[in-house]
């Protein structure tokens, strides 16, 4: 089974509905991190956070919103989502022995109509 | 502001070919961390490669290798006897000391058989 998973993998929405993109590791990390990748553009840090507790805002927050309801998930919300949020997200965790390595899920291609 | 450039778009070389892919960053910092992560299409992000400023010698994981100029700050990834299955994109990344990953823009590797 993989050691960070995403949910959905893929979805479709339209314009102002409101949308939670789930992610769960089971690597045992504390740090764990969201991504939106649109092309030419690599990957952009939309949240970030060290703990249970710890909630950091990255490049690129407008719009979005987490919850880290446990140490192994770590939640991205849109509130209302508009058509320049499509792209592929991307969520990842590190932890010990080495915080300087990402591990990454899949990826959740988001599509807003 | 800390930025990573890979400044070749899109490659493509012959299979059984060597290439090398650039990268350069700007920072302030001493230590350091640098990757190169593939994207194939299966668009899963892969570790490659990891380089650790403080050493001096050039990381390599079989067929993948790294020139990493520190004064030049350039950290290039070499690609030997390439493969149909390398055809990905390519990222470079970087983490300073606080732990957030900087991502280049991309270059995009086609193997040609």
Redesign the interface.
Known sequence: DADVTQTPRNRITKTGKRIMLECSQTKGHDRMYWYRQDPGLGLQLIYYSFDVKDINKGEISDGYSVSRQAQAKFSLSLESAIPNQTALYFCATSGPPSYNEQFFGPGTRLTVL | AQT?TQSQ?EMSVQEAETVTLSCTYDTSENNY?L?WYKQPP????I?VI?QEAYKQQNATENRFSVNFQKAAKSFSLKISDSQLGDTAMY?CAF?PRD???I????TRLHILP
Do not use: A, H, N, T
């Open positions: 990573v778009p961390y990757f299966s668009r899963q992000m570790l990891r990222f983490i732990d957030k990953i991502f280049g823009k991309g």
